[in-house]
């Protein structure tokens, strides 16, 4: 997933550390993101999972992630 994100969105994440090293992956930012950052960082996400053969609902991540910044305001 980690090499995959990078190779087909020019988009750096960082796979897990000790313990959780090939468990996760972290998504950060570099300066200042907005909510509409982190939408467009899920969706790129949900593109590289389906492309490597997992299912996805696609769509289901930015739902989420909209839902919770809506709340908020």
């Not at 299912?55 to 305001?73: I, L, N, T, Y």
Request: charged fraction near 20%.
């Amino acid at each position: 997933i980690v090499a995959a994100y990078s190779e087909t969105h020019n988009i750096t994440i960082a796979g897990g550390q000790g313990e959780m090293k090939g468990q996760l992956f972290r998504l950060g930012h570099m300066g200042y993101a907005a909510e509409f950052d982190v939408v467009i960082a899920l969706s790129a996400l949900e593109q590289v999972l389906a492309e490597l053969g997992l299912p996805v609902d696609f769509g289901a991540s930015m739902r989420a992630a909209q839902k919770v910044f809506a709340e908020k305001h």
